[in-house]
């Protein structure tokens, strides 16, 4: 897939077919994501692959923080269904000892975030689906998987094929909306 189509048509996807995953296809994932450019080239990240569906079922039960949703009227996380669905998880964790924090700006989210748009991009391109889950109850994951406590976990993605077909976006802001010329609010 051309690299502007992928970018483009790359959605969010959170319904899954049971159809498996080929391993060759989580390893060109897994390589997309090694490839991101990091803080001084240290590679702060590390991927936990979850094939094991009683784990799947367990980690999408803890994708519910109420402190979060509840305010937002949610009863569930939407990519709840999907978690245990899809064949494979991938959980991505970091070192943030391994990347770089300055003047407040702590880059092992950055290099996560570089990281995880791989991935993403690279599932979308195999024509798998998957969504960046970001909200979940972090201490209860690490014991699950025997976690350090050095290591912080950003995101989880289920991989799998699309249930769902997808195709307008989420609105977008405008580009006038966002790009500024030359000063901060000059367009
Ligand atoms: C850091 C981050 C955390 C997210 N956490 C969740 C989540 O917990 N549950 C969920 O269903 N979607 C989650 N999303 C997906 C966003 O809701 C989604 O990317 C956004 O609505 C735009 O839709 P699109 O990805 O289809 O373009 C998260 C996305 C990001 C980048």
């Not at 936990?48 to 367990?58: E, P």
Request: charged share 25%.
């Amino acid at each position: 897939m051309e690299l502007f189509e992928a970018i483009k048509t790359r959605r969010s996807i959170r319904r899954f077919s049971d159809r498996d995953v080929d391993d060759e296809k989580i390893r060109m994932i897994l390589d997309a994501a090694r490839m991101a450019p990091s803080w001084a080239n240290l590679q702060c990240w590390r991927f936990i692959v979850i094939k094991d569906i009683q784990k799947r079922q367990t980690i999408s039960e803890l994708t519910y923080v109420e402190s979060f949703f509840a305010p937002l009227g949610y009863k569930v996380n939407p990519a709840k269904k999907g978690i245990a669905e899809a064949p494979v998880l991938i959980v991505a964790c970091a070192l943030p000892s391994d990347s770089g924090s300055l003047w407040g700006q702590n880059y092992y989210l950055t290099d996560m975030g570089i990281a995880c748009q791989n991935l993403m991009l690279a599932a979308h391109g195999l024509g798998l689906g998957t969504v960046f889950v970001g909200v979940f109850d972090e201490e209860q994951i690490k014991e699950l998987l025997s976690i350090p406590e050095n290591v912080r976990v950003v995101g989880l993605f289920p991989i799998g094929y699309p249930l769902e077909e997808k195709k307008e976006p989420p609105k977008r802001k405008p580009l006038d909306e966002i790009v500024f010329n030359e000063n901060w609010g000059s367009v």
